[in-house]
């Protein structure tokens, strides 16, 4: 099978308007199993004491694991996530940039399963995101 | 022990410049064990087909959950979100509104746990967030 | 629709050369919408330290909340968990009895979801695991 | 630091009366951030149908991630599962082999995150099973 892959502008046009255009997720890769993107931590994206919400790793990782199975379906489907599971082991400071990687784990007819890793700037593991995606009919 | 509950207004304006005030997260009801919050689903909350981004749901429960967390805290200490798992139920639509109630399922020295169920305007169950919160020393 | 609830021996009696049976789940109620069983903390079924192992709080609560999926879907189906989140809040001594009571927070057509409190002979927290039942064609 | 890893049969020896001995875990690696171990898959480990039962899967895997905590914790301290999330993504046919590979995502003072990966005998993926301990004085 030939997979035409979308145009990573094209995708970042379709997010502008959306909860991630709000947070300011920028797509740096979108390949079959793999989707990658950063983040910068900008000040009303934090909690309080100056480091990123929790929330915001999750919107933003949730993010990245739609968008890898989106160009994985076949043409007339529509995904939801089911599930979402998130450990948080580090803190991302304001006016930092946060790298995600969303691998696929699994890519089946009916489900796939994403986990995405967030990093600092430095490298440090910040969060890691597993999420299960359900595929059904558009 | 005496708690004293904080001002709903006074944790209102600490959110406000931070991640739960860019979404537009608005307290209602503050008490021990319980938190409650309503959110207006704009359209830069959403995620394509005007539906509330699922990363918006956890985002919203994750504030009331670390609220909670805070207001049961004894003095010199603090909280971080170690795990949080979220079920997605049903969808939001734009512009309706949503209320999420987070119940304490837990409150120990170390740790405590707290459940988020977030429902539609009709009522109709949307998501259920469940999240571990570790205490710290500040 | 009139659901016509499997008598709890006739359970019972398939569990009992499966892992449930092996564990010595004792089932009490099956009812639409709960239900609920009862464990012998054996100390074959503990972790060091006298203690209920994490696994058996999981594999107790994910046959309640697969029984409650059965007895709920139509015929000519089958489920599967697609995903199951446990929160350990508090341990179980050796030579105990806990209860496990799953509850359904959403049984429809495409996904169910069930959620199960373990408590201690004392009515104390044990764990709360909630977990996501994909209903498939048979 | 010169870290002494304990011999694979004292700890083998250990789990034989407990949970992972009445399943039939078999450790075949114990190394600083990589825990490996086998199955057999009993028919009093599955579910109707005749495959490994999804409770199975996670004490399996919170096996192997409690030892990864314990080999890496200092002296003087304990560990309890707080968190556990799995996703499902295949079944293991009755009489087959899995084999779970717990390997380290962070090992910090306060907790630790490991991720067991089950696969089939053929190398099919199972089930993901990420789980947080948290560090205690004993």
């Known amino acids: 099978m030939t997979q035409l892959l979308p145009a ?8 502008e308007p ?3 255009g709000l947070m300011g997720v920028r797509l740096l890769t ?4 793999r989707v990658i993107a950063e983040l910068f931590v900008r000040p009303d ?4 004491g100056g480091i990123l ?4 790793y999750m919107a933003f990782a949730d993010t990245l694991g739609a968008i890898g199975t989106v160009i994985n379906m076949p043409q007339g489907k ?17 006016n930092t940039t946060v790298t995600g990687e969303s691998l696929a784990l699994h890519r089946g007819r009916t489900t796939m399963v994403w986990q995405t890793t967030i990093r600092s700037a430095e490298g440090k593991l ?13």
Do not use: M, N
């Open 30 to 33: 979108i390949e079959s199993e």
């Open 53 to 56: 919400h929790g929330g915001a």
């Open 126 to 138: 910040c969060a890691v995101v597993t999420q299960t995606q359900l595929i059904l009919d558009a």
């Open 8 to 15: 990573l502008e094209a995708v970042q046009k379709i997010l």
């Open 45 to 48: 994206l934090c909690t309080a």
């Open 78 to 94: 529509r995904t939801t996530t089911t599930d979402s599971s998130t450990k948080f082991i580090g803190g991302a400071r304001v």
């Open 18 to 20: 959306l909860f991630p």
